[in-house]
């Protein structure tokens, strides 16, 4: 999960550093023409935190950082099996760079999922 958090936030946060230090504008706001990428801020802001958390409750044996990260898994496998399926529609429709993220995605799902089934094997019940 902090691997996952470390690639999203180097994602967003790298293509802005150049922009801030290089005026280099990222690719994505020049295909799309907008002015703002609302992904790359509901990344940052709403995925990235969450993982980062769900980590360290994880790290710390706590059970709400089992809860945390077996959500936070699954909804990051169903997000990379989004974005797989998306590549060859993408490619099919001309857009220029589609299969770019196909590794990477395919490298997520797989992690993400592999992690969501090691946590579930290894939970055991808490009794209060």
Same mark, same amino acid.
């Given at each position: 999960?902090?691997?996952?958090?470390?690639?999203?936030?180097?994602?967003?946060?790298?293509?802005?550093?150049?922009?801030?230090?290089?005026?280099?504008?990222?690719?994505?706001?020049?295909?799309?023409?907008?002015?703002?990428?609302?992904?790359?801020?509901?990344?940052?802001?709403?995925?990235?935190?969450?993982?980062?958390?769900?980590?360290?409750?994880?790290?710390?044996?706590?059970?709400?950082?089992?809860?945390?990260?077996?959500?936070?898994?699954?909804? $990051?496998?169903?997000?990379?099996?989004?974005?797989?399926?998306?590549?060859?529609?993408?490619?099919?429709?001309?857009?220029?760079?589609?299969?770019?993220?196909?590794?990477?995605?395919?490298?997520?799902?797989?992690? $993400?999922?592999?992690?969501?089934?090691?946590?579930?094997?290894?939970?055991?019940?808490?009794?209060?």
């Amino acid at each position: 999960m902090l691997l996952f958090a470390a690639i999203l936030g180097t994602v967003w946060i790298g293509q802005w550093l150049a922009f801030v230090f290089a005026g280099t504008i990222p690719q994505l706001l020049i295909d799309t023409g907008g002015s703002v990428h609302l992904v790359a801020a509901l990344d940052l802001s709403m995925v990235v935190p969450p993982l980062i958390l769900g980590a360290i409750g994880l790290l710390k044996n706590r059970p709400w950082g089992y809860l945390t990260s077996i959500v936070l898994l699954v909804q $990051c496998t169903g997000t990379a099996a989004v974005l797989i399926v998306t590549s060859p529609v993408q490619a099919a429709t001309g857009i220029p760079g589609a299969w770019d993220g196909l590794l990477l995605w395919l490298f997520i799902a797989v992690g $993400c999922m592999a992690s969501v089934v090691g946590l579930l094997k290894n939970m055991r019940l808490v009794e209060s």
